[in-house]
């Protein structure tokens, strides 16, 4: 691995997982009580599960779209966010966060041994470099989103 691909892989690992400028998920249910993770308050669209779990899905698809020509995606909107505005139980909860940093670090086992700028044969010109902006846009978006609802319901610092 040269110097550059090096330091250009250091600082997106730093921003998919969080510092600097953006919150990582972790410190953003840090200290949730776990009967608000279903609510969803007035004149908001999403509840803190949703939010969670939308975030799986779709960090779920990139990674997947990244590795396998043959991955097909979830339809959208539908199949990106859950129904119910709840987790079913702490398990289903625990599931969704252990995958979501499991497949992080899947994605960024992949950015460390890959050609980040090489865009994939399968696709209309992504490469692990614009996914790796892509899941750090879109996981800091939905971050701040379970943010705001938490300082809707009260339970923020």
């Known amino acids: 691995m040269n110097y550059q691909h090096k330091l250009i892989t250091k600082e997106l690992t730093k ?3 969080g510092g ?3 919150i990582s998920l972790k410190h953003a249910l840090e200290g949730l009580k776990p009967e608000l993770r279903g609510v969803k308050p007035a004149h908001t669209p999403y509840s803190i599960w949703q939010l969670v779990e939308h975030i799986r ?3 779920w698809d990139m990674l997947q779209f990244s590795k396998d020509p043959e991955h097909k995606s979830p339809k959208w ?3 990106y966010w859950p129904a119910e505005n709840a987790p079913v ?4 909860w625990k599931g969704s966060l252990q995958q979501i940093n499991s497949d992080l670090d899947e994605f960024i086992e992949l950015l460390e041994h890959s050609d980040i700028c ?11 470099l614009r996914e790796a902006l892509q899941i750090a846009d879109h996981n800091a978006y939905h971050i701040g989103e379970i943010i705001a609802v938490r300082r809707v319901l009260n339970n923020w610092k």
């Open 15 to 17: 921003l998919l997982l």
């Open 20 to 22: 600097s400028a953006h």
């Open 57 to 59: 899905i779709a960090q």
């Open 77 to 79: 909107p539908e199949e």
């Open 89 to 92: 139980d702490d398990d289903a």
């Open 118 to 128: 090489q865009e994939f044969a399968h696709g209309t010109g992504q490469s692990i």
